[in-house]
Nanobody, 125 residues
């Protein structure tokens, strides 16, 4: 059974850091582009960061550039999102997703076939 499970969310003060993990099972993650998305209450789901299947290419939303770093370890079937200098506006449920496009960064929300259930990130003092 194909599954993506996010972890690492929590409550953090402004300026703090969190590292999210996305663990895959039931499929060969190394053949999939991975994206991190987030959705705040009352807002649409938006893309945060993306990584190609081999980790050679990445992309970020302007709002997180310079603060977030995406990486992956295909041997562990896990993708990470290191989030630094967190702001209250980063508060959202964060989801990872997989798209069956090897070798490229995929930024389109509707190109992703498989989704995790999300992990809550709250940035507040």
């Amino acid at each position: 059974q194909l599954q993506l499970v996010e972890s690492g969310g929590g409550l953090v003060q402004p300026g703090g850091s969190l590292r999210l993990s996305c663990a895959a099972s039931g499929f060969l993650m190394e053949h999939y582009a991975i994206g991190w998305f987030r959705q705040a209450p009352g807002k649409e789901r938006e893309g945060v960061s993306y990584i190609s299947s081999n980790g050679g290419s990445t992309d970020y939303a302007d709002s997180v550039k310079g603060r977030f770093t995406i990486s992956r370890d295909n041997a562990k079937a896990t993708v990470y999102l290191q989030m630094n200098s967190l702001k209250p506006e980063d508060t959202a449920v964060y989801y990872c997703a997989a798209a069956p496009f090897p070798g490229m960064v995929v930024t389109g929300l509707y190109d992703y076939d498989y989704w995790g259930r999300g992990t809550q990130v709250t940035v507040s003092s």
